[in-house]
């Protein structure tokens, strides 16, 4: 009985860290916060089994950019998207990534429309393995998709604004219920791929930074991942309110306050990715499984370190071939894209394994208790 307490207690803890850890490990902290979320329409839904991911304001190190809001692919049947959210913390404003999971979490109480009303979601829901749109909240032709449904959704968000932040001066009120909490023990998964090459064309087109569009974005919603082109592409309709940056722009995109980093944008290069925060130490009340356990986190450590050199390692010397063949800047701007890309991924997946092998630490051993 105490074994097993303590197995409960232990997944409870590991479910915490990993839920709240894993997928927002790159602590992006601003001095000022981030605009009004501007006005714009959805575009319409492009098939069956796509989730919308509403459009969200990111830094660059430098200045706040839109990323727009788009359809993307659910990465698995059943998962939702929590949209990631800018909070007031330690006198800073934090950036916290979102995440799929089979329920959405908090998301700050911001209000981003479209189902995301500040609480949960009510844009649609899976049922019998396909995902089925509430058409009082989306936009869907239903000649293209057949799955809909209507429900009246009322507002909770009496007052409508387009406050973009949590806490803070003139910030959002909000604190997580307690079924948001109970979400943050789901499985998670981070942005997808797609997601990833949105925010980077994103933050690399520069009619999307603040300083440039004033708050009203050009392109405010896409149809599809990275298309910013086209008849699909929507336009703000005007911004969510005036934005007035101070002169001396400020924050620290990559500062790491002893927390992993996943390979977000800011991070370029393999070589430049701190170490991953380890897992809890296997507590399960019989030693001999404690140790199994602790040497099987020490290979996995020892394995996702060789791969992040040998990635960095290929890195430099693709830098260094760039070099001596005194390459273009359209060339290196790919490259470090490119570069970009490998990194996230690469962290993503350790993310992952680390999550699947104390997952299967924390299942209740066979034979009674007793290790093989």
Known sequence: MKSRLIRTMFLALVGLILSSASFAQVRITVAFGPPALPVYEQPVCPGDGFIWVPGYWAWDGDDYYWVPGTWISAPEVGFLWTPPWWGWDGGVFLFHEGFWGPHVGFYGGINYGFGYFGEGFVGGRWDGGHFFYNRSVMNVNVVN???????????????????????????????????????????HLGPVAAQNEHVQAAR?????KASKNAGRPPIAATDRPGAFSGKEVVAAKEAGGAY????????????NRGQPNNGNANVVHAKDLPP?????????????????????????????????QKLAQQQEKEDQRLAQRNADQATRQQTEQRHQQQTQELRQNHVQQQQRMVERQSAPPRGGGKPK
Do not use: C, W
């Not at 909770?156 to 001066?169: D, E, M």
């Not at 019989?286 to 020490?298: E, R, V």
């Open 145 to 187: 998709v057949h799955n809909v449904y209507n429900e009246t959704v009322i507002n909770r968000n009496v007052t409508v604004n387009h406050i973009s932040y949590n806490g803070g001066q003139g910030g959002i009120e909000a604190r997580p219920t307690a079924q948001d909490e109970q979400a943050g023990f789901d499985r």
């Open 204 to 208: 690399n087109n520069p009619e999307l």
């Open 244 to 255: 007035h940056p101070p002169a001396n722009r400020g924050g620290d995109a990559n500062e």
């Open 276 to 308: 991953m925060e380890k897992p809890p130490a296997p507590n399960t009340g019989i030693p001999k499984l404690d140790q199994k356990y602790q040497q099987q986190q020490q290979k996995l450590a020892a394995q996702q370190d060789k791969q992040r």
